[in-house]
């Protein structure tokens, strides 16, 4: 019996030996290994790996170990009150998680939401108001530009501030009508010249002298102006000053000059009846120192059309018009130095 169980001990031996011999797995250094490779894939619940089976002696090792989850991985910046992370998600299951924490970024404000708005003034800028939606910071945006309210527009006809003298530039201006502004701009409208509004005839020849109120400029023309029947009357308190009567006999002028004055004494009236329909009247220019149109002066003068005066239109409408001075004379335009009027 000893000798049957030593027989079969040795024969376990020797297949031993051999085994080892030709495989030895321990040492897949060796050489006499034949492994064949399989990827096994991970999955949510278990890592990948490479698994190496000899196909000889069936020795097997595992490498090259991998995540369990298939991740997706998602860069989210950190924000003012916010950590910033990796956030990873696994495209299998939906696993989460966050790695790569970064800290709070107190000037990384990601969403604003508009809270109020500032208008622009004269001299400052206007803006809205915003607020960071996940912390209390607040800035300014949307700025507009500081703007004057004007009182006419650039293609409007801006008032004059000041007529143009012998001395000084004609102004128009607009200013800003924000109260307490008094911001303005002036654009000059007409450049320095004498005002020669005023003029004189001699009875003599004639011959009609325009002169500026300055004193400074005058001139005469050989215009002949001596149309007109003029009466020469005297005040109660002896001033002298002259009345226009009307044309001079055979005379009926398309358009004439009551002057300013006659050898220097004042033309003041215009007496009654002076031009009745007389219809080939188109135009007259009345001095300013006429005071006074009488009744029916130039009533049914249905040709005329324009009357030049040379005072303002206060002065004009300040002028003693007796009853009936116009009648039947149709509409006409009385163009002033400041203005027109209708009548």
């Not at 002066?297 to 005072?311: E, M, N, Q, R």
């Amino acid at each position: 019996m000893n000798k049957i169980f030593s027989i079969v001990l040795i024969a376990v031996l020797l297949i031993t030996a051999i085994s080892l011999a030709s495989c030895k797995k321990e040492e897949p250094e060796c050489g006499h290994h034949d492994f064949i490779d399989e990827v096994v894939d991970s999955t949510c619940e278990e890592k990948g790996y490479v698994s190496h089976v000899c196909s000889v002696c069936g020795y097997m090792y595992k490498d090259n170990y991998s995540e369990e989850h298939h991740f997706v991985d998602t860069l989210v910046a950190p924000t003012c009150n916010k950590e910033g992370y990796t956030k990873r998600v696994c495209s299998d299951c939906g696993y989460e998680k966050r790695e790569n924490i970064t800290p709070v970024d107190s000037k990384n404000h990601v969403a604003f939401e508009w809270v109020s708005t500032v208008a622009p003034t004269c001299t400052e800028f206007g803006y809205d108001i915003e607020a960071c939606m996940d912390c209390s910071y607040q800035h300014r945006a949307n700025y507009t530009a500081p703007a004057h309210s004007w009182s006419h527009t650039e293609n409007e006809e801006w008032p004059l501030a000041s007529d143009v003298t012998c001395f000084d530039h004609g102004v128009r201006r607009r200013t800003c009508t924000v109260e307490g502004c008094g911001a303005l701009e002036e654009v000059i409208e007409l450049e320095p010249s004498h005002v020669q509004d005023n003029f004189t005839v001699s009875s003599a020849n004639g011959l009609m002298t325009y002169y500026c109120d300055c004193g400074n400029f005058s001139y005469t023309t050989d215009e002949y102006v001596d149309v007109l029947a003029l009466e020469l009357m005297t005040a109660e308190d002896g001033t002298q000053y002259y009345v226009v009567k009307g044309f001079k006999e055979g005379m009926k002028n398309p358009t004439f000059y009551v002057p300013f004055s006659v050898d220097n004494i004042l033309v003041t009236e215009i007496a009654a009846n002076a031009f009745m329909n007389n219809t080939d009247l188109e135009s007259v220019r009345i001095a300013v120192t006429v005071t006074k149109i009488g009744a029916f002066a130039f009533s049914g003068c249905t040709g005329l059309k324009t009357v030049y005066y040379d005072g303002t239109m206060a002065q004009w409408n300040a002028i003693n018009f007796v009853d009936g001075w116009n009648y039947g004379a149709g509409n006409f335009t009385v163009i002033c130095s400041d203005g027109v009027i209708n009548q």
